[in-house]
């Protein structure tokens, strides 16, 4: 059972009570996701399980759909799904069944209550490798982050930053009126006068004609301006 945690410090727990004399086991994820939890958790269930007595039925009980649907994909994208069909398709006798969480079910009880003591005091699992789509967000969430400071504590485009000081990932379908604004290359006094295309930059209301001069200040075009 994997459990999520309650804050951004915590790192994912997962637990795998045994029933049958041994205590199973629980720890926690660095850096991962609570499905991968559970399927770290599922892993080392039927690790243990495969080399009981072939006459004995192992059952496992899992709180979690989705770690059963990817467990049972011969083709699932995660690696540690791949390795527990292997493990159940040479071990019939390992029997993987969804249970009702908080329904009463002591085993399931039992993982929910080591998941949670692992969530503060369980030692890193290393057994697990990120999986990919992980390792994107991740790395997406680093470059947005790095991305966003550069962007907050830079020197240049500042008058922009004033109106747009969130970075976006997204596209944006920008119209043309919208490229000369953000660019400032268009027809006004400040840029032409820096390629000597005109004496002054000055607008002729006396502020600096600049794209966001006429968006926001000029009194000659108030009914553009920006709201």
Known sequence: MARKPNTESELPSVSWPITSGSTGGSAKLNDNTVFQAELTALHETVIYASPLPNHNTSKIHVDNKASIMASSNSKSTNETARKIFKIILTNPRIKVSWVKVHAGNMGNERADQLAKDATQHGQPCSLTKLPKPHIKGLLRKSIYQEWQTSWKKGDKGRKIYNIMPLVILLPTNWIRE??????????????LKRFHLTDSDYCSCGGIGTALHYATECIYTVSWHMR
């Open 178 to 191: 919208d490229v000369v604004f953000f660019s400032q290359h268009g027809p006004f006094p400040a840029y």
